[in-house]
């Protein structure tokens, strides 16, 4: 079956950009999810890409997609403290598998 | 539009007993999915509905189980509560199963 392998941390200062990295095993998987957990509440869904496509760009997230190396990227632009949180990279491929999750720092 | 609505949030209960947990997906989301977060394990798939049949089931024990409404509304039970199943449980719903998930608060169980 799938499997999604995360980076656990990620320490960042504000201001800076932080990319969190995800590697996938299934290249059949048909989306691809990046959802943010923060303390004590559900996962709020912050962007998906499509299989077929390489960049997506939404604000202040842009995720790339190299479907050769099954390699997931979410890159934050001007990380600022609210951003602290964990974040899961999930693969579509009913049903959806996650990652362990990367918490994100962010050092004001 | 109200989010995916998840009752109760809280829960305290002892080894042995059980616990039903119940989900209101987004109105117009035929499609619920139930997950189990733990810190040991991560978030673990245990089933998924659509128009009241399960069409996936995780890696559980029978102890856990789960239906759904005529009105999409869904409700997992769990049975014989044991240690290992404090965790927080998390449901999501979509317009169909190939669609993006929305996902609840969650429900916090802690079994004593």
């Known amino acids: 079956g799938e499997d999604v392998e995360q980076s656990l941390f990620l320490s960042v200062r504000e201001g800076d950009s932080s990319v969190i990295n995800c590697t996938y095993t299934?290249?059949?998987?048909?989306?691809l999810y990046w959802y943010k957990q923060e303390p004590g509440a559900g996962l709020q869904l912050l962007t998906y890409i499509f299989s077929n496509m390489d960049m997506k760009q939404d604000q202040r997230l842009t995720v790339l997609l190299n479907k050769k190396d099954k390699h997931l990227s979410l890159r934050i632009a001007d990380t600022q403290t609210g951003d602290s949180a964990i974040y899961f990279c999930?693969?579509?491929?009913?049903?959806?598998?996650f990652g362990k999750g990367t918490r994100l720092s962010v050092i004001a | 539009k109200a989010g995916v609505t998840q009752t109760p949030r809280y829960l305290i209960k002892t080894r042995g007993q059980q616990v039903t947990l119940s989900c209101s997906p987004i109105s117009g989301h035929r499609s619920v999915s139930w997950y189990q977060q733990t810190p040991g394990q991560g978030l673990q798939f245990l089933f998924e509905y659509f128009s009241e049949t399960q069409r996936n089931k995780g890696n559980f024990p029978g102890r856990f189980s789960g239906r759904q409404f005529s009105n999409s509304r869904s409700e997992m039970n769990v049975s014989t509560l044991e240690l290992g199943d404090s965790a927080l449980y998390l449901c999501?719903?979509?317009?169909?199963?190939?669609?993006?998930?929305?996902f609840g608060p969650g429900t916090r169980l802690l079994v004593l």
């Open positions: 299934d290249s059949s998987s048909t989306y």
């Open positions: 999930a693969a579509r491929n009913t049903p959806l598998v």
């Open positions: 999501a719903s979509n317009i169909d199963p190939q669609e993006t998930q929305y």
